[in-house]
């Protein structure tokens, strides 16, 4: 049943983000900023840990998952001061980080980027 929730958040998670492309004149990036912004607020106010408690990587891998991970980090850190607070959450999101640019730099190689008009 693991499976199947996470599957089922990462899915809703997923449609709300394509209802947004689909339905308003934002752009992709501001709705990827909604979604990171979301997880954020949604762990401020304590209401993100249950979802990640029910399901787990599909509430952890999408966009609000990054934004959790960022407001985990600087609420754990915070304990040690605001420096803490900041390193807290680069350590948090360290990975995803490094993931991002390395493969965005490996298929920058491999593809020949355009710019959009």
Do not use: W
Not at 11 to 38: E, F, H, M, N, Y
Not at 91 to 111: C, Q, R, S
Request: include cysteine.
């Amino acid at each position: 049943m693991d499976y199947l929730y996470a599957f089922a958040v990462g899915g809703v998670i997923c449609v709300i983000g394509q209802i947004l492309l689909d339905t308003t004149k934002l752009t992709a990036p501001r709705i990827l900023v909604i979604l990171v912004v979301s997880g954020v607020l949604l762990t401020a106010v304590h209401l993100y840990q249950p979802i990640v408690d029910f399901a787990g990587n599909g509430a952890t891998t999408p966009l609000p998952g990054f934004g959790y991970a960022l407001a985990k980090g600087a609420m754990d850190g915070a304990k040690d001061g605001f420096i803490g607070a900041v390193t807290g959450a680069v350590k948090e999101t360290a990975a995803g980080i490094t993931v991002a640019i390395a493969f965005g730099y490996i298929i920058a190689l491999i593809f020949n980027p355009k710019s959009i008009r």
